[in-house]
């Protein structure tokens, strides 16, 4: 069997018409690690199976927003008594 990344495609696309997902996601892996300059053995060797890609949005707008706190020794105000009619 021969690790290049064309033979690798090939055997994905096959594994993916036969269904056979795990095997195609499998080689997808091999390729992605070739890709990233990963050597041939340490590719073969990789355990992909913990792999996780980067869910869309982790990165996006709004990851980096401070959380917005009190000054220290702020107390909330007495919320009104709704029973007590406004003086005017």
Do not use: C, H, N, Y
């Not at 090939?10 to 390729?31: G, H, K, P, V, Y």
């Not at 590719?43 to 980096?64: F, K, N, V, Y």
């Amino acid at each position: 069997m021969t690790d290049s990344i064309e033979a690798l495609r090939e055997q994905m696309e096959a594994a993916a018409a036969a269904m056979d997902f795990e095997t195609a996601s499998r080689l997808r892996d091999r390729i992605s690690l070739l890709r990233g300059g990963a050597e041939k053995d340490s590719a073969r060797a990789a355990d992909t199976a913990g792999l996780t890609r980067q869910q869309p949005g982790a990165m996006g707008l709004g990851t980096s927003r401070q959380r917005v706190e009190p000054p220290k020794g702020w107390k909330p105000p007495k919320k009104p008594d709704p029973m007590v009619t406004r003086k005017r």
